[in-house]
């Protein structure tokens, strides 16, 4: 998960015995035409053991809206550009609690559908957290996701995935009736 400061408020707050810093965040499902999904393999740099796969996406500038910052992450960790309206609504919303580089957050996100028939990522846009802590990227189908044994986030995603392309192969159908 990509652990911006930006966004991240500066007050903390408690859950249970814990102090956290809350955090807004907006992610990208970015999905090709073969039904793959682009995870990014992230590690914590305070336990570099601790891998897992996560979706594009970050913290909210201060009053950025959830569209705007899912399209400024995109740019930012993929290179690709797009209008916020073209994000359209969010497709699944979820709150989250995670330690990352020795703080812990949590963060209430929006995830954002967008498809695309290919795209070949360019991460020159990362910043210096995001250099230090992300090791690699790869396309996945909902199975081999699930089937494979690795971490990822958040832990429902290839049944949402699973329930999206379903809801977008029915559409398909109803549209060629």
């Avoid at 408020?9 to 999904?37: E, H, K, M, N, W």
């Avoid at 682009?38 to 053991?49: C, I, T, V, W």
């Avoid at 699944?92 to 070949?120: K, N, P």
């Avoid at 909902?142 to 379903?166: H, M, V, W």
Wanted: hydrophobic residues 40%; contains cysteine.
């Amino acid at each position: 998960m990509s652990a911006r400061s930006a966004g991240a408020s500066p007050a903390a707050a408690t859950s249970g015995d814990r102090a956290y810093t809350p955090r807004r965040a907006a992610r990208v499902l970015l999905i090709d035409a073969a039904g793959r999904v682009l995870l990014f393999e992230g590690f914590d740099p305070a336990r570099p053991g601790h891998r897992y796969w996560f979706t594009p996406g970050g913290g909210l500038d201060p009053l950025e809206s959830p569209a705007a910052g899912a399209a400024r992450e995109l740019a930012e960790e993929t290179g690709l550009r797009l209008d916020p309206a073209e994000l359209g609504e969010p497709v699944w919303s979820d709150a989250t609690e995670f330690t990352f580089d020795g703080a812990w957050y949590r963060q209430e996100q929006d995830f954002f559908l967008h498809r695309v028939d290919s795209w070949q990522v360019d991460t020159t846009g990362f910043n210096d957290i995001e250099r230090r802590s992300i090791g690699g990227h790869r396309w996945w189908l909902p199975d081999e996701l699930a089937a494979s044994g690795d971490r990822f986030y958040p832990p429902e995603l290839p049944a949402l995935l699973t329930r999206l392309g379903q809801s977008a192969a029915a559409g398909q159908d109803e549209a060629s009736c």
